[in-house]
């Protein structure tokens, strides 16, 4: 026993000199391909390039000491945000569902239906679209085919729009390769996706990056909002009837146009106002702006429409009134114009809660001693602070005590 008590320290010694020699050998590292030493110089700067690489996507840290805690930070750069799949690293070429053919299908075979968003919201294939979500591993979607682009009408150098979905959270320096190729990045579609302006030949250069994983047309079909398939919707996007308004206001009739969005001075509107109770409200945007006489000479197309209201701000808008009997060609003449990006039902806004005021004031009906005495809140700005106050600011600093407290507060509004 007493042996072994003296050889103890002698083992322990051993095994630590061991340990050391093994974490000194991992440090001086060796090249697993040909045996050769790699030198003190070599692994600065292999740490200089890293170093850079990590500046340069905002991730640089004060101490990258060893091979181990780079490739540790190279491996959050890849991470998913919270609540999404796991994304594998590409490995196919980009699913373009512009090509006939397609690796995974053709385009004339559909093999998917749209499916509800809450489906596909969490996984980097969903595509969340106004008419429903698609997974762009499962190729083309089944619509009908006078709402799908026709790719034999293509003219040579002719721009389109694509969707074109990305491997993972896009990435500002993807946007702008694009945009080198010739691609104008527009709208951004859930998950990971945008549609792209861009001619065919542009297209197939963007289908090579490395970081997109699927292409297809911006159908027609993807304009039209779901929510035009829902009776409900559609029998309260209408026109308020005159005995459905609950307006005060002599001036104003309940026959005159839902205000939606201001007239645009300059364009009259002269086509004659529909009776008929029949009919549905739809808002209709362009891409971009500067596109107002576009859509009224679609809408003029349209047999029976009326544009109520107009706006050309960051995107040209209409109010559009369609005779429900005809609803469904309407909206395939709309989505078919290759400058409109969505159409969905205008259900006008209505007051609601309007009755709390003598409730809060008295909670005796129609009694309002607050008004009565000219406390109207007219002039007033209402604030609405749901995440707590800035107690520093000139309204509630005060010099002599400071933070004032809740009570106080109360005390001085009263």
Known sequence: ????????????????????????????????????????????????????????????????????????????????????????????????????????????????????????MSSPYGVLLQAGALDSRKGPVNIPEELRFDAASIVPGQ?????????????????????????????????????????????????????VQWIDYFHPAYKLATVLNKTEILDKAQRPKRSDSTTSDPTVSAEDPPSAIPPEEGIPIDQP?????????????????????????????????????SSDNRNSRILLEVPAIILDSALITLAQASEIEWIEPYVPPSLNNDEMHWVVQSNSYNSNPLWSKGLTGTGQIVGVGDTGLDVDMAFFWDGSQGVPSSFAIIISAR
């Open 1 to 120: 026993m007493k042996r072994l008590k003296t050889f103890l320290p002698f083992v322990f010694i051993l095994l630590l000199l061991l340990v050391l020699r093994s974490w000194n050998g991992i440090n001086e590292g060796t090249d697993p391909g040909d045996g050769s030493a790699v030198t003190a110089n070599d692994r600065q700067n292999d740490l200089n390039e890293d170093k850079s690489t990590f500046r340069q996507a905002g991730l640089m840290t004060a101490n990258l000491s060893s091979a181990n805690e780079i490739t540790k930070i190279a491996a959050m750069t890849q991470a998913q945000p919270v609540g999404h799949e796991a994304l594998p690293a590409k490995s196919r070429p980009t699913s373009d569902l512009t090509r006939t053919t397609d690796t995974d299908s053709s385009p004339d075979r559909p093999v998917q239906d749209f499916v509800e968003p809450q489906e596909l």
């Open 159 to 211: 721009t389109l729009r694509y969707l074109v979905q990305f491997t993972g959270p896009v990435q500002h320096q993807w946007k702008e390769e694009i945009k080198g190729i010739g691609g104008s990045v527009g709208s951004y579609i859930p998950n990971n996706t945008f549609i792209v302006a861009m001619t065919e030949q542009a297209k197939e250069i963007v289908g090579t990056l490395p970081y």
């Open 273 to 309: 106002v529909i009776t008929d109770s029949e009919t549905v409200l739809l808002m209709v945007q362009t891409f971009q702006s500067g596109f107002l006489p576009y859509l009224y000479t679609v809408a003029e197309s349209i047999d029976g429409a009326v544009v109520l209201d």
